[in-house]
């Protein structure tokens, strides 16, 4: 008898994970919408004005979740890398390939509203800090990663070696959360955080988790679809695609 | 071990070498790395000589006088503090008892004249209701303290 109830090598095979993904994706879709609905009236409606900022800070429920999405997309990217490249499964891969492009979304999405809150709070659309500038590192890292892999034709040779940029990448990640720590910086330190109580009203900390729930599910969305792309495209000749298309 | 392992193992051993390495520059790189310098570091001769640089902390209540568009006021670490000059534009958040940012030059006279103003916010958002009960609680304290 088997120790675990689900047999975790089975989903590591394109040929079972590609039924799955189909399956699951509607489900995430759905999520998505429905928590981005409730977290942007949440934010947008419910959520009482900033003493400080008034109607302004309201941009922090798209700024902090897709911050937030854009350090952790990284974070499993160097994690599908690091066992594509020990395990040599061939899922990993595609899965690192297909998660790049919203990652790169995410880090872009937050550099922009980012400027956008900049400019009326601080003065500056843009400032050389560390917070800032790491960020936009992170964002260099994506378009680094998805140009390195569009530039070798070989598959397996792509994701080779991406997963070593994607890991050796992933060390500018704790360096982009601790920045406001470390050093002097324009940019505010973090109101969430796992070693004090949020330094915001609950409401407005609801509004944002919320968000980040619906970036969450959009995330899998797209790493689901995307990845379905990349099976078919990569297995075309192999029985179970001919058959899989067949229906 | 089986070779799957030993390949886990090693890339857990060069992120581990990475991280210290990075560790290491970042750490060597410090004083390269801040976004500004505080009165007190200024007044202990860190802060680079007859090169702009920024200086940070906040501005000191009741210490905001204008002249026309030229706006004095004093910059506090609440240890040392500086006289900054600055003609233009102050950003909405400029308030005084709050964050800033300043770039420019130390005059010789010890006067601290900026080109830019920028306005340093703090992590906490609460409605203005919170915030007076806030303000009135350490009012409450201060008084019961004298």
């Given at each position: 008898m088997s120790t675990s109830l689900i047999n975790w090598f089975k989903f590591a095979s394109p040929a079972s994970f590609y039924p799955l993904a189909g399956r699951l994706i509607p489900w995430f879709a759905a999520a998505t919408l429905l928590l981005a609905a409730a977290g942007l009236w949440v934010g947008l409606a419910v959520a009482p004005t900033d003493a400080q900022q008034g109607e302004g800070y309201r941009i922090i429920f798209v700024h902090v979740p897709a911050s937030w999405m854009s350090m952790f997309i990284y974070c499993i990217m160097a994690f599908w890398s690091a066992l594509g490249l020990s395990f040599n499964t061939r899922l990993s891969g595609m899965m690192t390939s297909a998660l790049a492009p919203t990652g790169a979304l995410f880090a872009f999405l937050s550099l922009w509203t980012g400027s956008l809150w900049g400019k009326?709070?601080?003065?500056?659309?843009?400032?050389?800090?560390a917070r800032l500038t790491s960020q936009l590192i992170l964002f260099f890292l994506y378009l680094g990663f998805i140009a390195l892999q569009a530039a070798i034709d070989d598959p397996r040779r792509a994701d080779k070696a991406g997963a070593i940029l994607a890991l050796v990448g992933v060390v500018n990640v704790p360096i982009i959360y601790f920045s406001v720590q470390w050093w002097n910086t324009l940019h505010q330190g973090a109101?969430?955080?796992?070693?004090?109580?949020?330094?915001?009203?609950h409401t407005m900390l609801l509004g944002m988790l919320l968000m980040a729930l619906a970036f969450w599910a959009y995330t899998i969305t797209m790493a689901l679809t995307r990845v379905r792309c990349i099976i078919l495209e990569r297995e075309l000749t192999s029985e179970w695609v001919k058959k899989n298309a067949m229906e | 071990m089986k070779p799957r392992h030993k390949r886990l193992l090693l890339i857990l051993a060069a992120l581990a070498v990475l991280g210290v390495a990075a560790a290491l520059v970042l750490n060597a790189f410090r004083s390269n790395l801040v976004f500004f310098y505080t009165p007190t570091q200024i007044a202990n001769g860190e802060a680079p000589k007859n090169r702009a640089f920024r200086i940070g902390g906040l501005v000191k209540s009741g210490s905001l006088k204008r002249d026309g568009i030229t706006a004095h006021f004093i910059v506090t670490d609440t240890a040392r503090e500086f006289t900054v000059q600055y003609t233009g534009i102050l950003p909405d958040?400029?308030?005084?008892g709050r964050g800033v940012v300043a770039q420019g030059k130390l005059g010789d006279n010890g006067q601290f004249v900026a080109t830019e103003v920028l306005a340093k916010h703090d992590e906490n958002y609460m409605p203005p209701e919170a915030k007076n009960a806030v303000e009135q609680a350490q009012k409450a304290a201060k008084t019961l303290k004298q």
């Open positions: 009326p709070m601080w003065g500056a659309w843009w400032v050389w800090d109101s969430v955080s796992m070693t004090k109580a949020p330094s915001m009203a | 958040l400029f308030r005084e």
